[in-house]
């Protein structure tokens, strides 16, 4: 009995053995020992191990070929690797060796564009600058030979043309604050040479009587048969041209081909050469005068001693009209206004339109003004002068329009697009006596606060009311009624806004060094304008007396305006924010054969949490922006990125992707989806900003949860899990997919896996394609 019970108890400790972990064993040995029949234990132990020995053996033979033949390939495997070993290991030092020269040539060629680009940015400003220098010279030596009207063209092409091109140098801005002093050293030299030539004709007019006189009296005892020559005292000719000009008439030549601007010639038998006015005396100074003020134009005094001369000429013919019986009459002093309202106005109107100042222009309308009451006064008729100044006025408004428009770009130019801090009341009322702001929630906040535009606003305003009085200053005195004079105004309003500050915002918008927060701030300007329109149209209306609800009433465009420039910076918004978005995904850098990453979440790519990270900061300039712009332009960046990303995936130049590089475009995405959930615009309802990434999501879905089955059964089913994944997108990531498989993988063939996945990627892409052929049929 008690040999049973230690067999047993010998059985059950090899069981024990056999299966409990060798760390714990010794308490079972402990037992054996403890006993009488330890050496009955260890015959059952042999016994035992024996038993295992027969087993592992049989098991051995079993599998003895097959391991025999596992060997053997890799063995052949292990050739074939050390020579791709080998080759990669060429390869690589080739291409290091390579890419050392590379590397090196593109260093070298760095340094080369860098080259052309500052020979080529210094050829562009020698190209504006030379002409500026050979003008400048050309213009000092027609100075130094006193070719005066030359010169002022030379002046006028300088000024005009070369200058605005070349650029702020500081020899430009020496000259340009030359020109002026040129143009005045011209008008005095040509002036006193013309006075300089108004004595010397004094002292030879005698002489020149004389010669006159004599030649008309030897034309007297001419012959007859001679036909008389033309009488003039400019020129001469000499006894020799006179006997051929005698020849010529025997002969049947007409005697009036011999006219020339000379002084008649003397008898045929003096060979003496009369002289002429042009021999007596210069009349260059004459000419090179007209030409030169006919290029400097009028002076404001000049206009004035021109009108004091005609009133003069009129108050003495009326006078002698008034106070003498038959000497002249009402009809002959009438016809004579007429005759002199018709020159003075082709004068005015040709002189008058190279004027190109509009304070001058102002200034020559005060004096016309004066100048048709002070003859109406007298009772000559001067409609036609008031006619002709509604004719200046359109001159005056384009002249108005230029200025306006240098001053428009000046204040884009200077304004830093930044809200105006103010510190103190003061500020704040001077800020809000130029610029009608509405906003009570404003004012309740302590100081220092922001006004939420910039210097922008209340400049442009300012200047738009300066525009409507400089309008109004030229409607004065023309006898025009306060309804003419509201409807000039409105209209010429109307064109500084549609044309002159339309186009200048449109410059604003568009220039190249203009950001998203410039543009921003452009856009919340141009709203606080569009909502200042009504004052203006009050402000018009205060001035002309003229309600702005009459039927008649010109409209102002204003609201179309600043609208329009809204719209523009907002598509310029959304335009630069697609190209910085850009700008980060040309730094993804996806590693299309990673490998399946295994254990905890994979994080995002570094240009994507750099690009989240600019989305945030940007958005948050936004606040400001009215509700949709700030929405569109959030909804637009994030379509923007999901589409590129989805073109990175479909891109033809890829033609093989893991499911590891899926994972970790999976990732990229997740890290998109947080920056959507977390509203970084508000007014978005629920998950909508989350619909820009829901065709990547689905698709991501699809491929990383292998979910090919649910997608082939619902397929076309308004509640399908994957309805927005196309089939022709997922059948062209499928592909790329199975070349991975089948190129990129050196022990596909030894492993049943992989063997398996890509039969069942054949599998899904050969129902891809059934489905395509049944839907498209």
Same mark, same amino acid.
């Given at each position: ?63 003895f070929q097959?391991?025999?033949d596992s ?17 990669v &290991?060429? &390869? ?29 940015? &210094? ?17 000092q ?6 070719r ?6 030379t ?21 340009a604050e030359n ?13 006193? %040479? ?40 400019i020129g ?14 025997? %002969? ?9 601007s000379?002084?008649l ?95 001058l222009?102002?200034d ?19 409609s ?15 002249i ?26 003061d ?43 400089a ?13 003419e ?13 549609t ?19 410039e ?9 606080h ?15 002309t ?24 910076a ?5 335009t ?35 690009l ?12 400001n ?38 994972? %970790?475009?999976?990732?990229?995405? %997740? ?27 689905q ?79």
């Open positions: 009995m008690a040999s049973v019970e230690t067999a047993a108890e010998h059985e059950r400790i090899l069981r024990e053995i056999e299966s409990t972990d060798t760390n714990c064993i010794g308490p079972t040995l402990r037992s054996v020992y403890d006993g009488q029949e330890h050496g009955l234990f260890m015959e059952k132990l042999d016994a035992r191990i024996r038993n295992h020995d027969r087993e592992i053996e049989k098991m051995c033979n079993h599998h097959g391991f025999v060997i053997t390939e890799l063995l052949k495997v292990r050739g074939e690797a050390q020579k791709l070993k080998n080759q &290991t060429e &390869t690589n030092r080739r291409l290091q060796d390579d890419g050392k020269d590379l590397m090196s040539s593109m260093e070298e060629l760095k340094q080369c564009r860098v080259q052309q680009r500052n020979i080529a940015t &210094t050829i562009d400003k020698l190209t504006h600058c030379l002409p500026v220098l050979e003008m400048y010279s050309r213009l030596e027609q100075m130094k030979a006193k005066y009207y030359p010169a002022l063209c002046l006028e092409q300088l000024e005009q043309t070369c200058l605005p091109r070349a650029g702020q140098y500081r020899f430009c801005s020496i000259m020109i002026p002093k040129l143009r005045i050293q011209i008008r005095d030299t040509a002036m006193a %040479q013309l006075r300089d030539f108004l004595e010397s004709i004094r002292k030879h007019s005698d002489k020149i009587g004389e010669t006159a006189i004599r030649q008309a009296q030897l034309q007297r005892s001419l012959d007859s048969s001679v036909s008389p020559q033309p009488r003039a005292l001469r000719r000499s006894r020799r041209e006179a006997a051929a000009g005698t020849e010529s008439d025997g %002969q049947g030549g007409s005697p009036s081909s011999e006219q020339d000379g002084i010639d003397v008898d045929e038998e003096e060979e003496e050469e009369v002289p002429g006015a042009q021999d007596l005396v210069d009349f260059s100074p004459v000419y090179r005068c007209l030409h030169i003020y006919t290029v400097l134009h009028e002076t404001l005094e000049g206009y004035r001693r021109y009108f004091n001369q005609i009133v003069g000429f009129f108050v003495v013919e009326d006078h002698v009209l008034h106070t003498t019986q038959g000497l002249v009459n009402r009809a002959y002093v009438e016809e004579l206004w007429e005759l002199a309202l018709s020159k003075i106005i082709a004068a005015l109107r040709t002189h008058s339109s190279y004027c190109d100042d509009p304070d222009v102002l020559l309308k005060n004096l016309i003004v004066l100048f048709a009451d002070t003859l109406q006064g007298y009772g000559f008729p001067v036609q002068l008031f006619d002709m100044l509604l004719e200046m006025r359109e001159q005056y408004g384009e108005l329009l230029k200025r306006w428009n240098i001053t428009f770009r000046q204040v884009l130019d200077q304004d830093n697009y930044s809200p105006i801090p103010v510190s103190t009341e500020e704040f009322r001077h800020y809000t006596s130029q610029f009608p702001l509405q906003d009570p929630e404003l004012e309740k906040l302590p100081f220092p606060k922001k006004l939420p535009f910039s210097e922008f606003v209340p400049k442009v305003y300012c200047q738009l009311k300066e525009f409507i009085y309008c109004l200053k030229y409607s004065e005195d023309l006898h025009l009624s306060s309804t004079v509201d409807d000039m105004i409105r209209k010429s309003t109307n064109l500084l806004l044309r002159t500050l339309s186009h200048c915002l449109q410059y604003g918008i568009k220039k190249k060094n203009v950001g998203l927060a543009l921003v701030q452009v856009i919340i300007n141009t709203t304008l569009e909502q200042s329109c009504h004052f203006l149209e009050e402000f018009i209306s205060n001035i007396n003229i309600p702005p609800d009459t039927v008649n009433a010109t409209k102002l465009y204003g609201t179309s305006t600043f609208k329009d420039a809204r719209h523009a907002e598509a310029e918004i959304y630069s924010l697609n190209a910085k978005i850009d700008q980060f995904l040309q730094l993804a850098d996806y590693d299309w054969m990673a490998a399946v990453q295994g254990g905890g979440a994979l994080t995002a790519s570094d240009y994507l949490i750099d989240i990270a600019f989305l945030k900061s940007t958005f948050s300039v936004f606040t922006l009215p509700g949709k712009v700030a929405q569109t332009a959030c909804m637009s960046a994030c379509k923007h990125i999901s589409t590129s990303l989805m073109q990175l995936l479909l891109d033809p130049e890829l033609r093989q992707i893991s499911m590891g590089a899926l994972q %970790q475009l999976n990732a990229d995405v %997740q890290e998109c989806e947080g920056f959507a959930r977390a509203g970084p615009v508000a007014g978005f309802q629920g998950d909508t900003l989350l619909l820009a990434f829901s065709d990547l999501r698709l991501l879905d699809l491929f990383t949860q292998w979910d090919w089955s649910t997608y082939l059964a619902d397929y076309g089913k308004p509640t399908c899990k994957y309805l927005r994944v196309n089939p022709h997108t997922a059948l062209a990531l499928l592909e790329k997919m199975r070349e991975t498989s089948r190129k990129n993988n050196v022990f596909a063939q030894f492993r049943k896996t992989d063997r398996d996945r890509q039969k069942l990627i054949d599998t899904v892409i050969k129902q891809l394609r059934n489905l395509i052929t049944q839907h498209h049929a």
